[in-house]
């Protein structure tokens, strides 16, 4: 097992959007609408940005006001993080676009 993946798997760790170039709540929405979000963990040596595919079905937006940048979000996406299938479940907070998350490896989900 990659050790980045088996570390980000154990327990919540910090992350934030990460967006460029306005970091904002609407910007977050922009990419949210497009299907496809980059999380960073910032925990890391340097930092892990991660690009993620939304599982629409999975993500919540119910608790967002996008327009004026309070609430939380919880995102659900799939992605593969050196050869591993991952999937990664962020919660953010709409004001600061920081929060918690932690990746699930999938071959243990779907096995």
């Keep these: 097992m990659n050790e980045l993946v088996q570390r980000l798997s154990n327990g919540e760790h910090p992350v934030e959007a990460s967006l460029r170039p ?47 940048s309070s609430g939380t979000i919880h995102l659900v996406g799939n992605l593969i993080l050196n050869s591993v299938p991952v999937q990664c479940i962020a919660t953010l907070n709409l004001q600061t676009l920081t929060g918690q998350g932690h990746l699930n490896i999938t071959e243990l989900i779907t096995a």
């Design 22 to 68: 306005d970091r904002t709540a609407q910007a977050l929405k922009e990419c949210i609408d497009r299907g496809y979000v980059h999380i960073k963990f910032t925990n890391t040596q340097g930092g892990t940005e991660l690009g993620m595919k939304l599982d629409l079905n999975l993500t919540n937006l119910s608790q967002a006001d996008f327009e004026q």
